[in-house]
């Protein structure tokens, strides 16, 4: 299992799935920089393999790829795996097809490539020249394909022409932890109910494709008709940019940045609305996981989100740019507790029959022994 191991959709859950197969009996590897975000050890079958990049003056920059394919080659060889699984296209897809070369010039038997598409892989790498070609062929070069939603598999059949061989698998999460779970001391904490009413929660990494300063937008406008208090939960890029604009909006008072959080669930369980307009979201974990654990979700109209979020039934879902109708259906369901309550089991309930852990981890073990029972045929590493 190969991923990133900062903080990102595409690290959860391929650390999820490596953890779910090894408790299927699997023997599972993750090879990634460090321990991954959601790593955690001690799990039988589980061991986490890390990529040392050293540091030369030669090399202006570190050479990820090239360290990332030797460990790939490495593990491979000396634990004989059978399949390699590449979360993100780049560099991820690509070392593993280099590691698979190196293998296969020595007398090694290479193991199969499964490449699970995320999102910005392809609608932000995948669509800059600079990366386009090789972003292409790491994925034809993969022996199976997966998408995390149909809208990603839409993207990168129209973006790349790759217009054959992709599954779409999607995310998933274990409706056992994620539940909600009330802490009234913790809520109290965030939000005291002697100044608020309601707590708007939104968690995200803070890049500019999660749009905080839209959340800020929304909340300013929510603050006119209830008490509310928002908790942003993350870190990144455009921190500095959304703390200037809490300042300028004069909102300082009602808004805590919490940074990176570890534990969602207590937090999720202290929200009443959660606020997602990102720009693109090729699935929406993040809104999955406020779902699963009874808070209302309003987010973009974009990518996969109207996938699991149905208009006004789940959740809701507005235009990008509608700022205003956001703050709206967000002021709706904060002020009528009879719509929150339909919406919010509705929602954990859809979440409970389509995205369990132990309804979409077999499909991806279903993906693996298609991949390879179809050996003999993939000699070339093509798609079929």
């Avoid at 909006?249 to 940045?257: G, K, M, N, S, Y």
Wanted: aromatic fraction near 6%.
């Amino acid at each position: 299992m190969v991923c990133y191991a900062s903080v990102g959709g595409s690290g959860v859950i391929a650390t999820e799935l490596a953890h779910a197969l090894a408790n299927r009996g699997h023997q599972v590897h993750v090879i990634s920089s460090e321990p991954p975000f959601r790593w955690r050890p001690g799990v039988h079958g589980l061991s986490f393999e890390r990529v040392d990049v050293p540091a030369y003056p030669l090399f202006r920059e570190p050479q990820y790829l090239l360290a990332l394919s030797t460990t790939i080659a490495r593990v491979a060889e000396a634990r004989r795996l059978d399949i390699v699984h590449a979360h993100y296209a780049v560099p991820h897809a690509a070392a593993a097809y280099l590691a698979r070369q190196i293998l296969s010039a020595s007398t090694a038997t290479p193991p199969r490539t499964v490449t699970t598409l995320h999102g910005t892989d392809i609608t932000v790498v995948g669509s800059d020249p600079s990366y386009r070609r090789v972003v292409a062929f790491s994925i034809e070069q993969s022996h199976g394909v997966t998408t995390v939603s149909r809208s990603l598999k839409a993207d990168t059949i129209g973006s790349l022409g790759i217009t054959h061989g992709i599954d779409v698998i999607p995310n998933f999460l274990d409706c056992d932890e994620y539940q909600r779970r009330p802490d009234p001391g913790l809520r109290e904490r965030l939000a005291p109910a002697a100044a608020y009413d309601a707590l708007v929660l939104h968690v995200s990494n803070f890049r500019p494709v999660k749009r905080v300063d839209a959340v800020v937008e929304v909340f300013s406008r929510i603050r006119r008709h209830v008490r509310a208090k928002l908790v942003l939960a993350g870190d990144g890029p455009v921190r500095y940019d959304v703390e200037r604009l809490v300042a300028e909006h004069a909102l300082t008072e009602h808004v805590a940045f919490l940074g990176e959080q570890h534990e969602l669930v207590p937090l999720l369980s202290s929200a009443d609305l959660f606020l997602l307009p990102s720009s693109q979201e090729s699935f929406g974990l993040a809104a999955l996981e406020a779902m699963a654990c009874g808070v209302p979700v309003v987010a973009s109209n974009v990518g996969g989100l109207p996938e699991i979020i149905e208009d006004g039934v789940t959740g809701f879902v507005c235009p990008l740019e509608a700022i205003d109708r956001m703050a709206e259906r967000g002021v709706q369901v904060l002020n009528d507790g009879a719509l929150r309550d339909a919406i919010t089991h509705a929602a954990a309930a859809m979440v409970r029959a389509r995205y369990r852990t132990d309804i979409i981890v077999p499909l991806y073990e279903d993906h693996y022994l298609a991949v390879l029972s179809r050996a003999g045929v993939q000699q070339q590493g093509r798609l079929p």
